[in-house]
């Protein structure tokens, strides 16, 4: 079970921290990732880490703004969110895969899925 949380509504150039907690396996088994939804458009690819977080991966629209990061010992991946601008408004989820292969950056890839948080960046 994956259980998103952090979400809300900032101005432009504010920060945000969104944190996913995972429960009922082994935390370090899973390479995790974020996706974001805004209203009228597909499901994107936001940033990815290995199970042992020493690879991470980014999309071109947040590199050098967000940072993902893991703390296995509380079974919890975060996504550092700053310098948010309007466009990054949407719903943001987090989702678990048993593998490290290649394709991070693809939904598909991802089994396990947690409810989205509310991400709202005002101009």
């Known amino acids: 079970q994956l259980q998103a949380s952090g979400g809300g509504l900032v101005q432009a150039g504010g920060s945000l921290r969104l944190s996913c907690a995972v429960s009922?396996?082994?935390?370090?088994?899973?390479?995790m990732g974020w996706f974001r939804q805004a209203p009228g458009k597909e499901r994107e690819f936001v940033a990815a880490l290995t199970r042992s977080g020493d690879a991470t991966y980014y999309a071109d629209s947040v590199k050098g703004r967000f940072t993902i990061s893991r703390d296995n010992a509380k079974n919890t991946v975060y996504l550092q969110m700053n310098n948010l601008k309007p466009e990054d408004t949407a719903v943001y989820c987090c989702a678990a895969r048993n593998s490290d292969y290649a394709g991070a950056q693809y939904d598909y890839r991802y089994a396990y899925w947690g409810q989205g948080t509310q991400v709202t960046v005002s101009s």
């Open positions: 009922g396996r082994t935390f370090s088994i899973y390479a």
